[in-house]
């Protein structure tokens, strides 16, 4: 049996780790992901939910008591809509204004 010298005997032990670290690849469980998906669902809704919350905040203490019409609209916005809504609910001046920005 042929003995390497010590210098190139840890040498070859570094270049083995290193191929053996490229070739792992990480492994996630399907259930794993599942549980990813719906973190990030219910991080989504949480956040629709918030921003939807602090835009009634915004427009009820500017405008008095929200239209039921208003609210079912608000209810059906994504996040990307109520993000775009939060500059009217600072500006209009009236309900009627601020229903001209929602989407039907």
């Known amino acids: 049996m042929l003995e390497l010298p010590l210098e190139l005997e840890?040498?070859?032990r570094e270049e083995l780790r290193k191929i053996e670290e490229t070739?792992?690849?990480?492994y996630i469980?399907?259930?794993?992901r599942?549980?990813?998906e719906e973190?990030?669902?219910e991080g989504r809704e949480e956040g629709e939910a918030?921003?939807?919350q602090m835009i009634l905040q915004i427009l009820q203490?500017?405008?008095?008591?929200?239209?039921?019409?208003?609210?079912?609209r608000l209810d059906r916005c994504s996040l990307d809509q109520l993000?775009?809504?939060v500059n009217p609910a600072l500006d209009a001046a009236t309900w009627a204004e601020f229903t001209t920005y929602l989407p039907e």
Do not use: D
Request: glycine share 6%; proline share 6%.
């Open 39 to 41: 973190g990030r669902e």
């Open 61 to 72: 203490r500017r405008l008095g008591e929200a239209p039921k019409t208003i609210l079912e």
């Open 10 to 12: 840890h040498s070859f």
């Open 50 to 52: 918030t921003a939807r």
């Open 83 to 85: 993000n775009i809504l």
């Open 34 to 36: 599942l549980a990813r």
């Open 23 to 26: 070739r792992k690849m990480p």
């Open 29 to 32: 469980t399907s259930v794993e």
